[in-house]
């Protein structure tokens, strides 16, 4: 039993927070597959407002995941902004589905939802501070499994939420199971999360939100922030491309991009295991460059993929390849800012921004100049080139 749960996981921050965690994974596996399709369809959102809307709101949580994250940091506990944060995905999420009107979808998609997403920095926040004064593989393995959580939610709720929904005219109940789902994490936190000293206030009381916002841009840590980012992109060119590529250059059907992607969701799971324990073995960033490597052959294989079944054997080395680039870029950006474990988590969010912003970048270049095919393989050469600026940013900070 033992090898199964290890101890560190017997932790009750560390174990609430893992449980949150799906809990919010499963509030945005039950709405995400379905947003634009309310947005769009249901409440008559423009093509071109929605997406302007979508940019904001990343953009909005960015900014207030880093806000967030340092004020909890000059707190000294996490506990109380985890709780400000959920109750806002409360109130989001139920006033799209209790007045769904555009109005108050822009607006909590805007403002209130981009606040609760600032939730899943805070939560890491929460547990890199539970795990200060463990061994760097002891942490990689909490960060690991914490991630682990949101990919089991992925793997459950769409398809559950599909089921319940088959039969009725709107998405919108989608909100109402993401409500309470909020309401859940609110109670779990509230009732089961220990109150917790996160950091050490002497080091952080200083630092303004200004301060922590120029800390962030600062290029010691936004240099290895955009290689980071190359990698991760990576994962949001697949997210686009796949389907196309499915449904287009190997003859498939929608069917099939549903088992194909539920399929790597599982796959990650087992593998992200898998790399929190070769980590023991090998260093941060040469586990990640692996990874990026295997996840960019990937890449290049779906860009000649023509038959239904090359995208389905691909989905081993998918699998592995996404593990690792899911899992091990949490502990590596925590790190650059290790004394300040909120401030160092909400970097995830500004992560998860970067990527989107040159995934973009690579579907337009592509989607211009190539086939979606040849985007794939575009996109396979970016993530190469993040391997080449992650190495040069460990090589220059291994010289300091």
């Not at 994490?185 to 009381?205: E, M, N, V, Y």
């Amino acid at each position: 039993m033992n090898r199964l749960l290890p101890d560190v996981f017997r932790n009750p921050a560390i174990r609430v927070s893992m449980i949150a965690i799906f809990l919010f994974g499963f509030a945005g596996a039950t709405t995400s597959p379905y947003q634009s399709v309310v947005g769009i369809r249901e409440l008559g959102l423009s093509n071109g407002l929605y997406s302007a809307l979508i940019f904001a709101a990343a953009a909005v949580n960015v900014v207030v995941s880093i806000l967030l994250g340092n004020l909890a940091d000059r707190l000294g506990e996490y506990r109380l902004m985890m709780l400000v944060a959920a109750s806002f995905g409360i109130f989001g999420y139920g006033a799209i589905y209790f007045v769904p009107t555009q109005t108050s979808f822009v607006a909590c998609s805007l403002v209130l939802l981009p606040i609760y997403g600032s939730l899943n920095s805070l939560l890491f926040a929460n547990v890199r501070a539970a795990t200060a004064g463990m061994p760097k593989s002891e942490v990689n393995t909490v960060n690991s499994g914490v991630r682990a959580m949101i990919s089991l939610s992925w793997v459950l709720v769409p398809g559950m939420t599909g089921a319940l929904l088959s039969a009725s005219t709107s998405m919108l109940p989608a909100y109402l199971f993401a409500c309470l789902s909020c309401i859940f994490c609110f109670a779990l936190i509230s009732a089961f999360l220990p109150r917790q000293k996160g950091t050490d206030k002497a080091a952080t009381h200083h630092l303004s939100h200004l301060a922590a916002l120029a800390e962030v841009a600062s290029p010691r840590i936004f240099t290895p922030l955009i290689a980071v980012a190359l990698i991760t992109s990576t994962l949001h060119v697949n997210g686009a491309i796949l389907p196309l590529i499915v449904t287009g250059a190997v003859h498939g059907t929608v069917g099939d991009v549903g088992i194909l992607v539920g399929i790597v969701a599982f796959l990650e799971i087992i593998f992200i295991i898998v790399w929190a324990r070769l980590l023991r073995q090998m260093g941060q960033v040469a586990a990640l460059v692996t990874g990026t490597v295997i996840y960019a052959a990937y890449l290049l294989l779906l860009g000649i993929a023509s038959e239904p079944w090359h995208a389905y054997a691909l989905t081993v080395i998918s699998g592995i390849g996404a593990a690792a680039l899911i899992s091990i870029p949490i502990t590596y950006l925590q790190d650059l800012i290790a004394e300040r474990p909120g401030l160092g988590s909400a970097l995830i969010s500004v992560n998860i921004f970067l990527s989107a912003g040159v995934s973009a970048l690579v579907f337009a270049i592509g989607s211009s100049i190539t086939t979606y095919s040849g985007t794939s393989i575009i996109g396979a050469l970016f993530g190469l080139g993040g391997i080449g600026l992650l190495i040069y940013c460990s090589t220059e900070r291994r010289a300091v």
